[in-house]
């Protein structure tokens, strides 16, 4: 019976001594981040404005699709301007902070609208992050065509 004892507490013993880790104070733990840019052009269906819109959503999360909230974008396009709100969409007066929407909300993404974008060429979209030391971007490109058709007027011959 004593015996048993013995074995019962040793083998008890293996097991929390196997089972504590003694941290390394050279190991590094990082997060891993992902980057997702997406665009949509915005239509303009009186076909009066001047220039192109676009709304680029990018996503930031981690390897198992959690959201990182309140964190930073930088965004670079070839051509247009960044806005947080397009113009007929903020009341005369209204004064917002000019960063807010380059900050990630709840759900990880960050919209922001790119106007001013030039009708028939190709507009490169880079969205940074700089995760623990460790640049990660993504990037898309669209292009706003808008052209004017002419009909040709047809004639028929007369039978």
């Not at 965004?75 to 903020?90: H, N």
């Not at 974008?117 to 898309?140: E, S």
Request: glycine residues 6%.
């Amino acid at each position: 019976m004593k015996l048993q004892h013995w074995v019962s507490t040793i083998l008890l013993f293996t097991a929390i001594v196997r089972g504590y880790e003694i941290p390394d104070e050279n190991e590094v733990i990082s997060r891993t981040c992902r980057l997702a840019v997406k665009v949509e052009i915005i239509r303009d269906s009186v076909l009066e404005r001047p220039a192109g819109r676009a709304l680029v959503t990018v996503h930031l999360f981690d390897g198992d699709d959690n959201p990182y909230r309140g964190e930073r974008i930088e965004l670079i396009a070839t051509s247009g301007t960044f806005l947080c709100r397009l113009p007929e969409d903020t009341a005369e007066g209204e004064t917002e902070a000019a960063d807010e929407c380059f900050s990630t909300g709840d759900d990880g993404k960050a919209k922001i609208y790119l106007v001013n974008i030039p009708f028939n060429q190709r507009v490169h979209i880079k969205a940074n992050y700089d995760c623990d030391g460790r640049l990660i971007t993504g990037t898309a490109s669209l292009s706003v065509s808008r052209s004017v058709v002419r009909k040709k007027k047809s004639v028929r011959p007369k039978p």
